[in-house]
C-alpha cells in the first residue's frame, strides 16, 4: 500500500471550512474543500439527513466481556500489545482495536491520551462506525477495506478535532473477510509518514497468527482441511489438489462413509465407467498424499476418514448448531471450494447457504443481516436488514440500490 505523507495543518483548515460551509449554507459535500477519502466518509455518514449522534453507543461492561470472549480478536489483541502499544504509549498516542461492526473492544496507550480521548467516547464498548458516529479512521477502515488517516476537523465533530488518527483493516487470511480494524489515535504523530505502514505490518503478523495450529480454526488434534483459503485447499497449511480436497470434504462429513458409486456420482455430473475409474486412480494418488503419518488411513468398502479430521464445514456446522450468527458470520465459507463443479459440493454449499440464511434471518441483527445479504447477494436477506434499521440510518439508501441491482440482474 503506498503511503503518502498527510498535511495536516492543511487537511484541518480544509475541514473546518466545510464545516462552517455545511452549516451556514446548505452546500453540496461534493462542493466542500474535502479530501476524497474524507468527502465520500462524510456522504456515507450523513446519508439523506444530517442526524448521526456526537456521542457513540457503548456496550455495557458485561456486554463488552461477552463480546470479547465471543470476538476472533481476542487472538489478535496481544500481538497489538507487544508490537503497538509500548511504541505508542512513549509517542502520546493510544491504540484501539475495533471489531467488524466499529465497536473498540480493546484501547490501551499513553494514560493522559486515554483519559482524553474518554471524554469524547473515544472508549472500550463505544460504536466507531461512521453510521453511528461519522468520519474516523477506523470507521472509513471498515467501511472501505483499506488504511486511512484523518486529521483533526476532517472528523465530523468539533468535539474531536483536537484528535488525529490512522487506522488499518483487519482480515480473515482465509476468507479475506475484514474481522476488524487497527487504530493509532492522538495528536498529529497518529498520521505521520511512519503510521499507516507500522499498522499494516502489525496486521500482517496479527493475520500470520490466525495461519497458525494454536489458532481457534483448528483443533489441538488431528488435522485440518481449509476449503476457503485464496490460494486453493490447505490440509494443514499445505496445498493439495482441487479433487483431493474434494473428496475428502464429501469423506469428512458423511457419517458412514461412501461407496466407490456414491462418490463417483457426488463427484462426477456424467458418473459412467470412466469417471469410476478415475476415482480408483484418485484415491491411489489420496493415500500417497497422506502417507506421511501412519494415522492417516482411508477406510474402503465403503470410503471413509479414519483419523481426526476437522473441515471449515465443520466449524460452520458447530456454529449453526449453536444458534451463535456472529460466530456463524466468521467462519461462513461463502467461496467453499469456489471452482469445484462437483454435484456433491455444489449440494453441501446449497445446504450450508440455507442453513445459514435460516439462521441469520431468525436471530440476526441488523448488521448481520447486511453483512450476510451482501456477501451472498440475496435481495431478501437485505430487504430484511433494511427493515431492522432506523429510519435516518444513512445505510438505507445505499441497501436500496443494492436491492434494486439485484433485482434487475
Same mark, same amino acid.
Given at each position: 500500500m503506498g503511503v503518502k505523507t498527510l498535511d495536516l495543518p492543511?487537511?484541518?483548515?480544509?475541514?473546518?471550512?466545510?464545516?462552517?460551509?455545511?452549516?451556514?449554507?446548505?452546500?453540496?459535500?461534493?462542493?466542500?474543500?474535502?479530501?476524497?477519502?474524507?468527502?465520500?466518509?462524510?456522504?456515507?455518514a450523513l446519508g439523506s439527513q444530517p442526524s448521526l449522534r456526537h456521542e457513540p453507543s457503548m456496550l455495557s461492561d458485561a456486554e463488552l466481556a461477552v463480546a470479547r470472549e465471543r470476538s476472533a480478536l481476542q487472538r489478535l489483541w496481544p500481538v497489538f500489545e507487544r508490537l503497538l502499544v509500548p511504541a505508542a504509549a512513549e509517542a502520546n498516542l493510544v491504540v484501539a482495536l475495533a471489531d467488524a461492526r466499529g465497536t473498540l473492544l480493546w484501547v490501551d496507550g499513553a494514560r493522559r491520551v486515554a483519559r482524553r480521548a474518554e471524554s469524547v467516547g473515544f472508549a472500550?464498548?463505544?460504536?466507531?462506525?461512521?453510521?453511528?458516529?461519522?468520519?474516523?479512521?477506523?470507521?472509513?477502515?471498515?467501511?472501505?477495506?483499506?488504511?486511512?488517516?484523518?486529521?483533526g476537523a476532517e472528523h465530523m465533530y468539533e468535539h474531536v478535532h483536537s484528535f488525529s488518527c490512522s487506522a488499518v483493516p483487519i482480515r480473515n487470511p482465509r476468507s479475506g473477510q475484514i474481522i476488524g480494524a487497527v487504530d493509532l489515535t492522538g495528536g498529529e504523530d497518529a498520521v505521520a509518514v511512519h503510521s499507516l505502514p507500522l499498522l499494516t505490518a502489525a496486521v500482517a503478523a496479527a493475520e500470520g497468527q490466525l495461519l497458525l495450529p494454536e489458532d481457534h480454526c483448528?483443533?489441538?488434534?488431528?488435522?485440518?482441511?481449509?476449503?476457503?483459503?485464496?490460494?486453493?485447499?490447505?490440509?494443514?497449511?499445505?496445498?493439495?489438489? +482441487?479433487?483431493?480436497?474434494?473428496? +475428502?470434504?464429501? +469423506?469428512?462429513?458423511?457419517?458412514?462413509?461412501?461407496?466407490?458409486?456414491?462418490?463417483?456420482e457426488a463427484l462426477f455430473e456424467v458418473p459412467d465407467a470412466a469417471a469410476a475409474g478415475t476415482v480408483r486412480s484418485e484415491m491411489v494418488r489420496l493415500r500417497k498424499v497422506l502417507a506421511g503419518r501412519d494415522e492417516r488411513t482411508l477406510g474402503s468398502r465403503p470410503y471413509r476418514v479414519q483419523w481426526p479430521l476437522r473441515t471449515s464445514v465443520h466449524r460452520l456446522m458447530e456454529a449453526l448448531e449453536a444458534g451463535d450468527v456472529q460466530q456463524m458470520l466468521e467462519v461462513y465459507p461463502a467461496d467453499l471450494l469456489a471452482r469445484s463443479q462437483s454435484p456433491g459440493i455444489h449440494s453441501l454449499r446449497h445446504r450450508l447457504q440455507a442453513a445459514a440464511r435460516e439462521l441469520v434471518l431468525d436471530r440476526g441483527g441488523a448488521h448481520q443481516l447486511l453483512d450476510?445479504?451482501?456477501?451472498?447477494?440475496?435481495?431478501?436477506? +437485505?430487504?430484511?436488514?433494511?427493515?431492522?434499521?432506523?429510519?435516518?440510518?444513512?445505510?438505507?439508501s445505499l441497501i436500496v440500490a443494492e436491492v434494486q441491482n439485484l433485482q434487475d440482474s
Amino acid at each position: 500500500m503506498g503511503v503518502k505523507t498527510l498535511d495536516l495543518p492543511t487537511a484541518a483548515r480544509q475541514a473546518i471550512c466545510a464545516h462552517e460551509l455545511l452549516a451556514s449554507s446548505g452546500a453540496p459535500l461534493e462542493d466542500l474543500p474535502l479530501r476524497q477519502v474524507v468527502r465520500e466518509s462524510w456522504t456515507r455518514a450523513l446519508g439523506s439527513q444530517p442526524s448521526l449522534r456526537h456521542e457513540p453507543s457503548m456496550l455495557s461492561d458485561a456486554e463488552l466481556a461477552v463480546a470479547r470472549e465471543r470476538s476472533a480478536l481476542q487472538r489478535l489483541w496481544p500481538v497489538f500489545e507487544r508490537l503497538l502499544v509500548p511504541a505508542a504509549a512513549e509517542a502520546n498516542l493510544v491504540v484501539a482495536l475495533a471489531d467488524a461492526r466499529g465497536t473498540l473492544l480493546w484501547v490501551d496507550g499513553a494514560r493522559r491520551v486515554a483519559r482524553r480521548a474518554e471524554s469524547v467516547g473515544f472508549a472500550p464498548g463505544a460504536d466507531w462506525a461512521e453510521p453511528s458516529i461519522g468520519t474516523s479512521a477506523p470507521g472509513i477502515a471498515l467501511a472501505t477495506g483499506t488504511g486511512v488517516q484523518v486529521a483533526g476537523a476532517e472528523h465530523m465533530y468539533e468535539h474531536v478535532h483536537s484528535f488525529s488518527c490512522s487506522a488499518v483493516p483487519i482480515r480473515n487470511p482465509r476468507s479475506g473477510q475484514i474481522i476488524g480494524a487497527v487504530d493509532l489515535t492522538g495528536g498529529e504523530d497518529a498520521v505521520a509518514v511512519h503510521s499507516l505502514p507500522l499498522l499494516t505490518a502489525a496486521v500482517a503478523a496479527a493475520e500470520g497468527q490466525l495461519l497458525l495450529p494454536e489458532d481457534h480454526c483448528r483443533e489441538s488434534e488431528g488435522d485440518y482441511l481449509d476449503l476457503c483459503a485464496p490460494t486453493g485447499a490447505l490440509l494443514n497449511g499445505e496445498q493439495i489438489s +482441487l479433487r483431493h480436497a474434494e473428496i +475428502l470434504t464429501l +469423506l469428512a462429513t458423511s457419517e458412514r462413509g461412501m461407496s466407490n458409486q456414491e462418490l463417483v456420482e457426488a463427484l462426477f455430473e456424467v458418473p459412467d465407467a470412466a469417471a469410476a475409474g478415475t476415482v480408483r486412480s484418485e484415491m491411489v494418488r489420496l493415500r500417497k498424499v497422506l502417507a506421511g503419518r501412519d494415522e492417516r488411513t482411508l477406510g474402503s468398502r465403503p470410503y471413509r476418514v479414519q483419523w481426526p479430521l476437522r473441515t471449515s464445514v465443520h466449524r460452520l456446522m458447530e456454529a449453526l448448531e449453536a444458534g451463535d450468527v456472529q460466530q456463524m458470520l466468521e467462519v461462513y465459507p461463502a467461496d467453499l471450494l469456489a471452482r469445484s463443479q462437483s454435484p456433491g459440493i455444489h449440494s453441501l454449499r446449497h445446504r450450508l447457504q440455507a442453513a445459514a440464511r435460516e439462521l441469520v434471518l431468525d436471530r440476526g441483527g441488523a448488521h448481520q443481516l447486511l453483512d450476510f445479504g451482501r456477501r451472498s447477494a440475496d435481495a431478501h436477506v +437485505l430487504l430484511a436488514a433494511l427493515r431492522e434499521l432506523p429510519a435516518d440510518s444513512p445505510a438505507r439508501s445505499l441497501i436500496v440500490a443494492e436491492v434494486q441491482n439485484l433485482q434487475d440482474s
